[in-house]
């Protein structure tokens, strides 16, 4: 059996760069040994990188894929209207519910 354990030490928006030097803060702090330098570099070097990054714009809502809107029309007998107004996401769940109900 392997179990991984992590501790979270910081939970930001990664764009800018605000939250890799609070990390970049927190590891200096540690003992020095090989691996806080390491960690350093790498928290560093997400940081760098971070500065250059814009946040993407959301992605619209996706409409359900055609076959998923026959599958809920002809197999979970839900009418076509309520379906193609729904997100894809949506959609998925509402197959994921009428299978998971059983028949």
């Known amino acids: 059996m392997i179990v991984d354990i992590a501790e979270i030490w910081a939970v930001s928006a990664r764009s800018g760069a605000e939250v890799y030097l609070e990390m970049a803060r927190r590891v200096a702090g540690l003992a020095d040994s090989p691996a806080r ?54 959609a998925v769940d509402a197959w994921t519910e009428f299978m998971m109900r059983g028949r």
């Open 37 to 90: 330098r390491s960690l350093y570099a790498v928290v560093e070097r997400l940081g760098l990188q971070a500065k250059n990054m814009a946040p993407r714009p959301p992605r619209p809502p996706t409409r359900p894929e055609p076959w998923l809107v026959d599958r809920l029309v002809h197999t979970a007998g839900l009418a076509r209207e309520h379906i193609e107004a729904m997100t894809s996401e949506q």
